[in-house]
Structure formats: C-alpha cells, structure tokens
C-alpha cells in the first residue's frame, strides 16, 4: 500500500489470472488454451512484416483487420471494434456503455473479471443466481435491473443458452444494453450475431486467444450497432490510439481469413472434449454439457482440493475456486489426445489409491 494510491487503487481487488508456470514438462489445462498450434497463415503473415510496418505506427484504427471481421459476420466495418484481448475490449464496454446506469447484473457464477471491472468503474453488480442444474435463469436475468453481461457459454461451467434464451434476453427490454460475451465462440455454442440484426441493444465480443490459438496475440472483438461501436471507439481514443500493434493487425487478419483452419480445429477440440467427457464419466466424475474447450467437473466421492492437489503433485495443473457452490468442481482445459489420456491416466491412478 502506498500513501500516493488513490482510494479506487486502494479498494481494488485486481483479477488473478490462471498460473503460468515456467517449468516445460507440467501438462497445462488450466487457463483453456487452444491446444493445436495455430493456423500456418499466420505464422506466415508474421514473418512477412517488413521493416517500415515496426517503423511507423499502426493503423489506429484497424481498418484491414475490421474489414475482414465485418465481412465475415455479414456486418459493416463500423459494426466492429477490435481491441487488445476481449479483456480490454470488455474493459472499453464498462466505461464506455455499462457505466451510464449504476448497476448492472451478471450471473453469480461466471467469468472473475466480472466483478473486478464492477469495482474499477465503481458500479453495484446485481448477481443473478445460477438455476441448480448451473444453467443461466433466463426469467430471472430478464427482470434483473441494469445492463445485462453474460458469457455464452458462460466460464467457468461451459454451459450454453439456446438462440431463443439470447433472445429473450435482449427482446425483455429493448432499452436495455445486453453483452454476451463469446470468449468460447467456436466450440458448439450458437452465437447471437444473428439476433444484430433485430437488436441495436445487443452488443457481442469474442476472442482469438481460444477459438483461433492466439491467446498470445492478445486480439479481442466487439459486434454491435453502430452507436454502440462509436462509443468505444472514444473511449479507445480517449486511452490508448494504436492498442493493435502491425504484427498483430496482419496476424490476426490471416487468422480471420483462414476459415477452414478453424473449422477443422474447433471440430477436433470438440471431438476430444467429448471423448474426454466420456473418461471422466467412466471414472466417477458429474459433467457438466460443455460448448467451450473446457469441462467442469466433480467427482461424486473425493473432494475437488484433494484431486487438484494430487494433480498437481504429478504435473498436471487445473483450475480451482475456493467459492461457495463450486468449490468441489474442476475446471480442465481440453488439451491434445495425449494430454486427455495423461490426464485420465493419472485420476484412475489418484481415485484407486
Ligand atoms: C468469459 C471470458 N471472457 C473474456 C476472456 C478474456 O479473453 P482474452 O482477453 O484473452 O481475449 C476470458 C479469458 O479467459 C473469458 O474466460
């Protein structure tokens, strides 16, 4: 603590992201990266950067990159707004948009950083309770007061809402804003791009980091109408004019462009993510029905800490919430086939002894 904080530094309680060991020989399935390198165009795009693209500032304003993203959605290029990471994009849609009313709601269990940004732009976060079955209570968020913030399929549960559920969501009140946010687009979920459209109170963002193996890249995106990208286009100018470096703009448009790349990796990512279901099952474990390259899960004798412990004792790191209602369950990453079968191999291990 220092005397020159301020108090919303002072009361803040900042977002813990998942491990990043340095070790090499740990098996990481805990912070739901892709697990296939990703698309060669890429890596392709990255090495043609010319000297005068790190010489001169980027394109502020993404236009290359946005382009292709807007053709890809069936929108315009000012229905799209990029940022660094869907973080920093959800970052923007706080101050620029969920910020004019003073509460807004959220499901109680989901994404962390939630309340994080609830703090930092100092707005009450009405927590909407999960149905028992841990899917979203649509009736209930649709009388809930404020903007509405979801993530479909909501983290940590994996659990999607149907296109009608989103659509009861943004139809309960037009005059309301509703963000769904699609970090986990891809792997199976119906996205909501379809309800733009109808809605102008509808805005959705997405990531690279899971759907296209970019965490690293750090590209996040919104989807809206257009006053509602204009909004965060002046908050962006307001804070930081280039957030996407020229490596990144060229990267990630290659990513975007290579359709069929993603096709073929979210379909192998969701084939091992049932097949990994299917083991856990086998040895004991509830699964909860995942639309995300993850499964939360919990055993029906040995407790979550006691199984994440013995994993960890072996090498192979998960994910954890020491919270109420979900403190036995396990959060695991789809990795490779041999990552799923060194992980299923080490649980018979751990529950049998
Ligand atoms: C629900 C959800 N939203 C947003 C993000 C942020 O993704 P990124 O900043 O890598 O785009 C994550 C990352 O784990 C997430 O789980």
Not at 42 to 49: N, S
Request: charged share 20%.
């Amino acid at each position: 603590m220092s005397e020159f904080w301020s108090d919303v530094t002072r009361q803040l309680h900042p977002y813990i992201p998942g491990e990043q060991p340095k070790l090499s020989n740990l098996i990481k399935l805990n912070t739901n990266e892709h697990p296939l390198p990703p698309s060669a165009a890429v890596l392709q795009a990255i090495r043609a950067i010319e000297p005068d693209a790190l010489r001169r500032y980027p394109d502020p304003d993404s236009i290359a990159l946005r382009s292709a993203i807007a053709r890809q959605s069936g929108l315009a290029v000012d229905e799209v707004f990029v940022g660094n990471g869907s973080d920093e994009v959800l970052a923007h849609v706080f101050q620029a948009l969920i910020s004019s009313s003073t509460t807004f709601s959220a499901p109680d269990i989901t994404y962390s950083f939630y309340p994080v940004w609830a703090q930092l732009y100092r707005m009450q976060l009405n927590e909407v309770p999960l149905l028992d079955d841990f899917h979203i209570n649509v009736p209930a968020m649709c009388a809930a007061p404020g903007p509405l913030l979801l993530a479909n399929p909501n983290a940590p549960t994996g659990i999607a809402l149907s296109i009608e559920q989103l659509e009861q969501l943004v139809a309960s009140d037009r005059q309301r804003l509703v963000v769904v946010d699609e970090a986990y687009f891809g792997f199976g979920a119906r996205s909501a791009v379809s309800l733009l459209a109808d809605y102008d109170n509808l805005l959705i963002t997405r990531s690279l980091s899971k759907s296209h193996s970019l965490a690293g890249l750090r590209l996040g995106y919104a989807l809206g109408s257009k006053p509602l990208i204009q909004g965060l286009v002046r908050v962006k100018d307001s804070f930081n004019s280039y957030p996407i470096d020229a490596i990144a703009q060229s990267a990630a448009l290659a990513a975007i462009e290579d359709a069929s790349w993603l096709q073929q990796a979210s379909t192998a990512v969701s084939y091992t993510r049932e097949q990994l279901s299917k083991g856990l099952a086998k040895l004991g474990f509830e699964v909860l029905p995942s639309s995300a390259n993850f499964v939360f899960c919990r055993h029906s004798s040995v407790s979550g800490k006691a199984i994440f412990d013995a994993l960890r004792a072996q090498g192979i790191i998960i994910r954890r919430w020491d919270k109420p209602r979900i403190d036995d369950y396990l959060r695991i990453t789809v990795g490779t086939d041999d990552q799923s079968e060194a992980l299923l191999a080490a649980l018979d291990n751990i529950l049998s002894t």
